[in-house]
């Protein structure tokens, strides 16, 4: 693997790509787990380092996604690239593997914007969980 430069770099994550009110926080189904489709996000634009999944995933702790990116290493969806630099640097990117779902969360992100409203009110309606 040739080391990526900064002017390789994809541009840097909006820190509030992830607004409250996206419907990728209503989905009611998840690829793989709670984070894994936000983090195939992140990645979609090329190789990301931890603190910049930090910046838009703020709401997940440190613990729980370097376990998700564990986990999906583990799976094949994601490549792990350490640098032996100082200080020492680390890269996350998709592998082909992990794009493929990519169509899957577009279509996912697809069905929620067009079902949101009915989602949204079937869950007011059916008042808080037990």
Not at 96 to 112: F, N, V
């Amino acid at each position: 693997m040739t080391e990526a430069t900064d002017r390789d770099r994809a541009a840097p994550l909006d820190p509030d790509m992830f607004h409250p009110l996206c419907p990728s926080s209503v989905m009611p189904f998840r690829v793989g787990d709670k984070w894994s489709g936000m983090v195939i996000r992140c990645l979609q634009d090329g190789p990301r380092r931890f603190g910049e999944l930090r910046v838009p995933l703020k709401a997940v702790t440190p613990k729980v996604l370097s376990e998700t990116l564990r986990a999906m290493e583990r799976d094949g969806l994601v490549t792990r690239t350490a640098y032996e630099e100082n200080p020492p640097r680390v890269d996350y990117a998709l592998t082909p593997l992990g794009r493929t779902l990519i169509p899957l969360l577009d279509a996912a992100r697809a069905w929620s914007e067009t079902h949101l409203p009915a989602l949204l009110a079937a869950r007011h309606a059916a008042g808080p969980r037990a």
